[in-house]
């Protein structure tokens, strides 16, 4: 017999769902936590910590996702709002969700990511002109924030006077995650609606005129007849935008923090560049920006002799499964050179909701460490960092102040 989750004597770590918590804090109670349990409360429900676990709940489909809820977590009823929610492929699931990801699918591919992989290294280079000769930058404003922005516009083939655009709509459409929605509700709904009417008349024009870029890609998708429709693809761009502009640019601060805390390995970058996919698999898994996702049952399940009723939440926490001994050996040192384990990090996710850009963001990431690595290489703290809140969806440094020899 399966015991009710409800009624397990488990820790409660609600307390952590505090934003003031320090991110050091969160990650010591959530990996001490680790060290006994596999379970723990959360303020919506429960978190699994350990590696097999988060992966059999990602890839077991009767948990679905729950980007599609985070209005109603967040305690919104506006009736007016709710009505405007849209399924996205972020929140589809059943066939509906496999129907897509097999029709874009391949526009996402390492292929089409290593095309872009000369235009990455030109962006990079254009972003550090300024900053080299100066001695000092804060990375996360100087060059984060501005980086994913023209790689997401090369994508969809939009010009660059536009890319003040995407950047606006993107801060705009990101507020969902601040956990002040009652006040960022008409600023979101506003960027939502323009991006959908810029997407769709840029959908328009690649109708008439294809180009060899992704929404032209996406027009052409087709599977045994099947092709999506136009709803479809003005949803599949916005969340692109919004998956791939925010991830990117706080994993490349998450990892140059944590450069700067070990220079050896940064040398090490620098002197062997071809170290560069391993660099971002290692900074994935010691210090990966999406700590955790969201899931709920879609009916009631049963697990390690454990019932979770229809409509449980649960969050898979990625961060503790990434530190866990049983899959990584010496899982707190973080070492480039080390042979990679025999199963993946797990920042991407798992299962039908695995990061469908995972290799256009790695190509960006490897691109820009190996040029970082290379023009700044005594890259150092220049003082304290000032970080996202600890409970954000997707954690990195807001203010990231570094100091190097000038070139
Ligand atoms: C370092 C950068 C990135 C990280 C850490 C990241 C992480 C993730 C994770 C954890 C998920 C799964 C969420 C879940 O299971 O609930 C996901 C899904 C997704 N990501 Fe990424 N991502 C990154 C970059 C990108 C980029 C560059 C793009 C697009 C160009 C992208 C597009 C997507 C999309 C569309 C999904 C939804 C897939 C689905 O639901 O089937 N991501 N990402």
Request: aromatic fraction near 8%; proline fraction near 7%.
């Amino acid at each position: 017999m399966a015991t009710l989750a409800t009624e397990l004597d488990l820790p409660d770590l609600s307390w952590l769902d505090d934003p003031s918590i320090p991110h050091e804090e969160h990650r010591r109670a959530t990996s001490e936590a680790a060290e006994e349990h596999w379970l723990v409360r959360n303020i919506f429900g429960f978190t699994v910590l350990h590696y097999d676990d988060v992966v059999a709940m990602l890839r077991d489909k009767r948990w679905h996702s729950a980007s599609g809820q985070i209005l109603e977590l967040s305690g919104i009823d506006n009736p007016e709002w709710l009505a405007r929610r849209r399924t996205s492929i972020l929140s589809a699931e059943g066939d509906e969700h496999t129907r897509l990801r097999r029709l874009v699918g391949p526009a996402f591919s390492p292929r089409h990511a290593d095309a872009l992989r000369p235009y990455m290294r030109e962006v990079v280079n254009e972003l550090l002109d300024p900053i080299t000769p100066t001695g000092t930058a804060d990375f996360a404003v100087d060059f984060c924030e501005p980086y994913p922005i023209p790689i997401i516009c090369e994508l969809f083939g939009a010009p660059k006077e536009d890319w003040q655009l995407f950047s606006d709509w993107a801060t705009d459409i990101f507020r969902i995650f601040n956990g002040n929605l009652e006040e960022d509700m008409p600023a979101i709904i506003k960027a939502q609606d323009e991006l959908d009417e810029y997407v769709g008349a840029l959908i328009e024009r690649r109708r008439a005129t294809p180009s060899d870029d992704l929404i032209s890609a996406l027009i052409a998708a087709e599977d045994e007849g099947d092709r999506l429709t136009h709803a479809e693809l003005v949803s599949l761009c916005e969340a692109v935008l919004m998956a791939g502009t925010d991830t990117t640019r706080n994993q490349l601060g998450c990892s140059v923090s944590l450069f700067a805390a070990h220079p050896d390995q940064w040398r090490l970058l620098a002197d062997q560049p071809e170290l560069a996919p391993r660099a971002v698999e290692e900074t994935m898994r010691y210090f990966g920006t999406v700590r955790g996702t969201g899931r709920f049952a879609s009916e009631d399940i049963e697990y390690r002799g454990v019932l979770f009723p229809k409509g449980t939440f649960l969050a898979p926490n990625l961060a503790t499964a990434n530190r866990d001994g049983s899959v990584f050996a010496e899982p707190g040192s973080f070492d480039i050179g080390k042979e990679p384990a025999d199963k993946p990090q797990l920042t991407f996710g798992s299962g039908n909701h695995y990061c469908l850009g995972a290799a256009l963001a790695r190509a960006e990431q490897q691109e820009a460490l190996t040029i970082l690595a290379k023009r700044l290489p005594d890259l150092r703290l220049d003082g304290d960092i000032t970080w996202k809140p600890s409970t954000s969806g997707i954690f990195g440094p807001e203010h990231l102040p570094i100091r190097f020899t000038p070139t």
